[in-house]
T-cell receptor, first 114, second 110 residues
Framework: DADVTQTPRNRITKTGKRIMLECSQT?????MYWYRQDPGLGLRLIYY???????NKGEISDGYSVSRQAQAKFSLSLESAIPNQTALYFC?????????????FGQGTRLTVV | KQEVTQIPAALSVPEGENLVLNCSFT??????LQWFRQDPGKGLTSLLL?????REQTSGRLNASLDKSSGRSTLYIAASQPGDSATYLC?????????FGKGTRLSVIA
């Protein structure tokens, strides 16, 4: 089983619908992140959480919200999806016990908003 | 604001050639630098992590160097193979989570 698991892997949704992307990890890491990847723009940070009680906005948080349900689970919600949120979404984790730690990524969720 | 630039954006080489991918960053106050590989439509696979106190890391045919003071890193791939074809991403972490470059798309031609 993968250390960082994202569900669903692919999703097509309609404009205006609410959608939740889920991420779970078995690495025991405190820190979790959501990024989106767009062609030509690279990966950009949406939200991140350093522990269960900590939530921080990233570079492009507008239109998104997150929930850290447990150390192992971090969900990303699109309250009212719009076509320009069509992208590849990645969840990542890292260990918060040291400064220099490696980040691990899930396989991604391909979201299409029509 | 940290910015990461990768040059070239795309590279095509014949099989067996040694090659270098470049990464530069604007704020030298980093904790570490990480190189990733991404196959089309797939997730990111971590290749090498260099901590800010280190100068280089090696894994098999891959060698990554870091010159923190000048804001530069290189990824050296020896004896390239068609299976190395992918996009290579550089990312740095400091006071903020990982900031990514846009990647170098590598094609190794058999």
């Amino acid at each position: 089983d993968a250390d960082v698991t994202q569900t669903p892997r692919n999703r097509i949704t309609k404009t205006g619908k609410r959608i939740m992307l889920e991420c779970s990890q078995t690495k025991g890491h405190d820190r979790m992140y959501w990024y989106r990847q767009d062609p030509g723009l690279g990966l950009r940070l949406i939200y991140y959480s350093f522990d269960v009680k900590d939530i921080n906005k990233g570079e492009i948080s507008d239109g998104y919200s997150v929930s850290r349900q447990a150390q192992a689970k971090f969900s990303l919600s699109l309250e009212s999806a719009i076509p320009n949120q069509t992208a590849l979404y990645f969840c990542a984790t890292s260990d918060g016990t040291g400064i220099s730690t490696e980040a691990f990524f899930g396989q991604g969720t391909r979201l299409t908003v029509v | 604001k940290q910015e990461v630039t990768q040059i070239p954006a795309a590279l095509s080489v014949p099989e067996g050639e040694n090659l270098v991918l470049n990464c530069s960053f604007t704020d030298s106050a980093i904790y570490n630098l990480q190189w990733f590989r991404q196959d089309p439509g797939k997730g990111l696979t971590s290749l090498l992590l260099i901590q800010s106190s280190q100068r280089e890391q090696t894994s098999g045919r891959l060698n990554a160097s870091l010159d923190k003071s000048s804001g530069r890193s290189t990824l050296y791939i020896a004896a390239s193979q068609p299976g190395d074809s992918a996009t290579y991403l550089c990312a740095v972490s400091g006071n903020t989570p990982l900031v990514f470059g846009k990647g170098t798309r590598l094609s190794v031609i058999a």
